[in-house]
C-alpha cells in the first residue's frame, strides 16, 4: 500500500514541483484513524501536508530559510470534519441537515439521496414529488418512481439528488468515463502575462489577495487554507443565495467577506474592480455560472493578466454530467462510496464516510494548486487556471486502496479532539474550533481575521503589507 509520504511526493509532482525530499514533511500517527474502509485519514493528512509544503516553498521562493511541515494523521483528520467541533459562545452545532434530506428507495428498489439543505431545493423536491415536506409523504411519492428516471428528473427539476450506484455501474457511466483521463488536479496556462514579484510580508502568503466566490465546504476550505498562510481573503457572497450559517462561520475564520450582486451591473462592476487587484480567484459556481456574467477563466486573465483561477465542480469540467449540481453527499452516492462502504460493513443501503472528505481534500487541493500555480507564474510568467472537483478527489481516493478491516476502528472519542482546538474571538462570539494541522517549522499558520457575517466588509482589497 502506498505510503503517506509517497502520496504526498506524487501530488507534488503532479502539480510541477521539484523532487520532494524525505526530509521536507515530518508524518505522525498510523491508519486506520477514523472507521471506514477507505483511506480517508491518510487522504486528510496528505491533502493538508501538499498545502502545508506548497506554503513552505513560497516562503522559501520570497527569501525564508527552507523550513519542515509537520502533520499529525488524527489532527488532519479532525481538520476534515470541522464543522463537528465547532463552539460558539459555548453551543454546539445545530443539526446538519434538513429533516426531509437524507436517503430513499423508489419503487423499483433503489435508493437515492436528497440533499435539501437550501430551501429552493427542498421546495423543488416537494414540488416534483406533489407533496408536503415530510419524510413519510417523500418516502410514499417516491415509491410511485424508478431510481434513475427520478435522477433525471429532478435535476431537470432543479433539485439537488443521486441515485446509489455500485463502483461497477459508475464506473459504466459515461461521466465516469469522461473522467477518467482526468487528474486529480490540472494546472493549465491560460494567457501571457509578465512575471509577477512578490509583495512584501513576513508571511508565505503576504500581501497575496485572494477572491473567494464559494460556498458551503470545499471552496471556503481553500479560502480558509490560504487566509491560514497570510493571504488577504475576500469572500464574495450574493444577498440572493441562501448560506449555512454553521459553515459560514467555521471555514470564514481569516477572512473578509463582501456581499455583491453579481445579477446587477454595480455588483459587477465590483467584482471587476476586485477581480482586476486579485492574484488567486476560488470560484465554486456550476461550470458556465460565472462565465455567462462575464466573469470566466480568459475573462479574468484578459483583465488582470498573471492572475491564477481556481475551478470547482461536482462532476468535473467535462462529459454529460459537467453542469450538473453536487454535493459531497451526493457524489459519495453517486460514485460508489456508499454502496462500498455498506458492503465492507455488511448493510443494506448507503453508508456514508465518516467525513465529508471529498470536500475537505478538495478544498486543501484547491489551496495547494493554487500556489503551486502562484509559484510558476512568479517563475514563468503567464495567467493560470487550476481545475479540480469532488469527483476526480473521489477517483484519486479509489485510487489510494482499501482498509480491510478499516470499519472496526472505533471514532474518535471528544478528548482525542482537545488537544488540537483553540479558541478566537469572532463576529458571532467566541469560538472553539480546530487549529490547522499543518506545523510550519518557521512560519506557523495562523488566522488573524476573525470570522464575521456575510457582508460585513466593504468591497475593497485592504493595502498590501
Not at 311 to 325: D, F, I, K, M, T
Not at 340 to 362: C, R, S, Y
Request: some cysteine; overall charge positive.
Amino acid at each position: 500500500m502506498t505510503s503517506v509520504h509517497d502520496i504526498i511526493a506524487d501530488l507534488w509532482a503532479r502539480a510541477g514541483g521539484k523532487p520532494l525530499s524525505p526530509e521536507a514533511v515530518k508524518l505522525t500517527g498510523a491508519e486506520p484513524a477514523l472507521p471506514s474502509s477507505f483511506r480517508v485519514a491518510a487522504a486528510a493528512q496528505a491533502g493538508i501536508a501538499a498545502t502545508g509544503l506548497a506554503a513552505a516553498e513560497i516562503a522559501r521562493l520570497r527569501g525564508a530559510p527552507a523550513q519542515t511541515v509537520a502533520v499529525d494523521m488524527l489532527h488532519a483528520a479532525v481538520e476534515c470534519r470541522s464543522e463537528r467541533y465547532l463552539t460558539v459562545a459555548g453551543k454546539p452545532p445545530p443539526p446538519a441537515w434538513d429533516a426531509i434530506a437524507g436517503v430513499y428507495k423508489t419503487g423499483d428498489g433503489r435508493f437515492v439521496r436528497l440533499h435539501t439543505n437550501f430551501p429552493h431545493h427542498r421546495d423543488n423536491i416537494c414540488k416534483l414529488l406533489g407533496c408536503v415536506a415530510e419524510r413519510d409523504a417523500v418516502q410514499a411519492a417516491l415509491m410511485k418512481w424508478k431510481g434513475e428516471a427520478f435522477e433525471t428528473a429532478a435535476y431537470a427539476g432543479g433539485c439537488v439528488v443521486s441515485m446509489m450506484r455500485s463502483r461497477e455501474q459508475w464506473l459504466a457511466h459515461p461521466q465516469a468515463k469522461a473522467l477518467q483521463a482526468l487528474p486529480v488536479i490540472a494546472i493549465e496556462r491560460i494567457g501571457e502575462a509578465a512575471p509577477r514579484p512578490w509583495p512584501a510580508g513576513e508571511r508565505p502568503l503576504s500581501g497575496l489577495r485572494v477572491l473567494d466566490l464559494s460556498r458551503v465546504i470545499a471552496g471556503p476550505v481553500a479560502g480558509r487554507a490560504l487566509a491560514a498562510h497570510g493571504a488577504d481573503v475576500m469572500l464574495v457572497t450574493s444577498p440572493a443565495l441562501p448560506s449555512i450559517p454553521w459553515l459560514v462561520i467555521d471555514t470564514g475564520r481569516g477572512k473578509l467577506s463582501c456581499s455583491l450582486d453579481l445579477k446587477s451591473e454595480p455588483g459587477r462592476a465590483a467584482l471587476r474592480k476586485l477581480m482586476s487587484g486579485a492574484d488567486i480567484m476560488v470560484q465554486g459556481y456550476r461550470p458556465g455560472a460565472l462565465a455567462a456574467l462575464g466573469f470566466s477563466p480568459q475573462d479574468a486573465a484578459l483583465l488582470n493578466p498573471g492572475i491564477v483561477y481556481v475551478s470547482l465542480s461536482a462532476y468535473g469540467h467535462v462529459g454529460p454530467w459537467a453542469e450538473r449540481r453536487g454535493f459531497d453527499s451526493l457524489v459519495q452516492t453517486s460514485t460508489g462510496f456508499n454502496h462500498a462502504e455498506a458492503q465492507a460493513a455488511g448493510v443494506n443501503g448507503p453508508k456514508e464516510l465518516p467525513m465529508q472528505i471529498l470536500d475537505h481534500v478538495t478544498g486543501y487541493l484547491m489551496a495547494f494548486g493554487a500556489m503551486m500555480a502562484r509559484a510558476r507564474q512568479a517563475r514563468e510568467g503567464g495567467s493560470w487556471h487550476v481545475r479540480v472537483s469532488l469527483a476526480q478527489t473521489g477517483q484519486w481516493l479509489w485510487s489510494l486502496g482499501r482498509l480491510p478491516r478499516g470499519l472496526e476502528t472505533a471514532d474518535i472519542a471528544q478528548e482525542a479532539v482537545a488537544p488540537f482546538i483553540e479558541e478566537s474571538n469572532s463576529g458571532f462570539g467566541r469560538l472553539r474550533a480546530v487549529r490547522h494541522a499543518a506545523v510550519l517549522s518557521s512560519t506557523p499558520a495562523a488566522w488573524t481575521r476573525p470570522a464575521v457575517p456575510l457582508g460585513h466588509d466593504a468591497p475593497e482589497w485592504p493595502p498590501r503589507g
